[in-house]
């Protein structure tokens, strides 16, 4: 650890909460009927359950199901011989809280039976952190979406390039998401395809989330930090204003890491062909001119849009292949070539988002191999994409910065004192019906 982050020592647990901006939860007991407390500690099985018509000891018959490719709930409750009276009972009621077009493959559900073989319970899991039941209470169902226990743990990883950051990620067993998520940070200062160098160093402080001791996903990116071999380091703070809708990365001194443009279209895709006003065509084996950069990838990669803009030319255009121009603010231009498909809806004059996914890497048109054509004109002129230098979309400037560099001080703080290299902080949170997590 550098003595760049070793700053103070943490002050107060009150800081801390400042700087996450979410409450921390002291994790509490749901309340549950005592089938859903059997139902927890032992296997599909005939368990105890008193009945929510109160007064009489049965016996009740858990269901345990996953949904499978395919499947409706319907067809999946058939499948595990849920009789088709309780069945109705379950859709008609879980319609009212839970939006079927969002069901998936392996969402699990857990249907309580009486000893007559009546519904007691049933218990449906759209994904990890989203829960909904129907309860029969007093003789009439009741359906809700119910709170979540998470535990939510902040992480901390640092190590080297060997080869690339894809496998220098996997090497410390980080998922594909938080790689994409930790390039992202950058995009718009650094191109990994090709500035990263052998010996690079990089840190990330992360967020992980856990459901009953399983992890079921990545939450925020804190802090990432890139440092490369000529010394020159990049660094962007997670940090969100309590009155904005989400969070955004800045560098140590309030500068939003977030241009106009981001680099490239394909943060991670290898550059085969340069910016060049002459290059030997690899086809025609012609001198000319390349007025863009060639990003080898996978055909099927997502293709973003590298500015906010507006769809000017989708279709196939000669050489190009598969091709898709967009015009944005300032009189600039971008192109992208050779694509194997567009994004579903995307046509002329379609508004896109800067980072939206626009279309996917392909070999159409005249190509040696699925790569992107990727161009950048301004006012009619060709410019190389990764030389260009592009405006910040924000500075913080008074409270706001104050409040950012405080957060920054906790931060460095909690990376000081903490005895765990690898697990900073560990907090539990109910995740209410009405809230949401970010997942990355």
């Not at 499948?79 to 309780?86: A, D, L, R, S």
């Not at 909904?132 to 939510?152: E, H, L, P």
């Not at 001791?213 to 939450?219: L, R, S, T």
């Not at 292949?321 to 579903?344: D, E």
Request: some cysteine; aromatic content about 12%; charged content about 20%.
């Amino acid at each position: 650890m550098t003595t760049a982050k070793k700053i103070i020592l943490l002050s107060t647990a009150l800081s801390l909460f400042a700087f996450f901006s979410i409450f921390v939860f002291t994790r509490q007991n749901i309340p549950a009927s005592s089938a859903e407390t059997a139902a927890a500690s032992a296997p599909p099985a005939t368990v105890s359950n008193e009945d929510a018509d109160r007064n009489q000891n049965k016996s009740t018959i858990l269901v345990e199901g996953e949904l499978q490719s395919g499947d409706t709930l319907s067809k999946s409750l058939t499948k595990y011989n849920i009789e088709p009276v309780v069945r109705q009972q379950i859709l008609e009621n879980l319609a009212d809280c839970l939006d079927f077009r969002k069901l998936r493959p392996k969402d699990k559900f857990r249907v309580f039976l009486d000893d007559q073989g009546q519904l007691l319970r049933c218990e449906y899991e759209n994904g990890p952190l989203e829960s909904y039941s129907v309860t029969r209470t007093a003789g009439t169902f009741v359906a809700q979406k119910d709170q979540v226990n998470v535990v939510i743990k902040t992480c901390m990883v640092e190590d080297s390039i060997s080869s690339s950051l894809f496998d220098a990620f996997f090497n410390n067993q980080l998922r594909a998401p938080l790689v994409y998520a930790f390039a992202d940070i950058f995009s718009s200062r650094l191109d990994f395809n090709t500035e990263t160098q052998k010996e690079d160093t990089f840190q990330i402080v992360f967020e992980k989330y856990f459901k009953d001791d399983q992890f079921v996903g990545y939450g925020n990116i804190l802090y990432a930090r890139y440092q490369q071999q000529d010394g020159k380091i990049h660094e962007g703070y997670f940090y969100q204003p309590d009155e904005a809708s989400t969070g955004a990365y800045f560098d140590a001194q309030g500068t939003e890491l977030g241009t106009s443009f981001i680099k490239s279209p394909v943060p991670l895709g290898r550059v085969t062909s340069k910016f060049s006003f002459s290059r030997l065509h690899p086809v025609s084996g012609i001198m000319r001119p390349h007025l863009g950069v060639d990003l080898a990838a996978p055909s099927g990669t997502p293709i973003m849009a590298t500015s906010d803009g507006k769809v000017s030319y989708v279709g196939f255009n000669g050489g190009f292949g598969r091709q898709i121009v967009i015009s944005h603010a300032g009189g600039y231009q971008t192109f992208y070539g050779h694509l194997s498909r567009f994004s579903k809806g995307l046509k002329t004059g379609s508004v896109v988002k800067q980072k939206q996914i626009i279309g996917y890497v392909g070999s159409s048109g005249i190509s040696t191999g699925p790569h992107l054509d990727y161009r950048v004109q301004q006012l009619g002129k060709f410019y190389d994409p990764f030389a260009i230098e592009f405006q910040p979309k924000s500075v913080l400037r008074g409270e706001k910065l104050a409040r950012f560099q405080n957060n920054i001080t906790v931060l460095s703080s909690l990376l000081e004192s903490t005895s765990d290299p690898e697990t900073l902080y560990v907090r539990y949170m109910v995740l209410k019906p009405d809230e949401q997590l970010t997942m990355l």
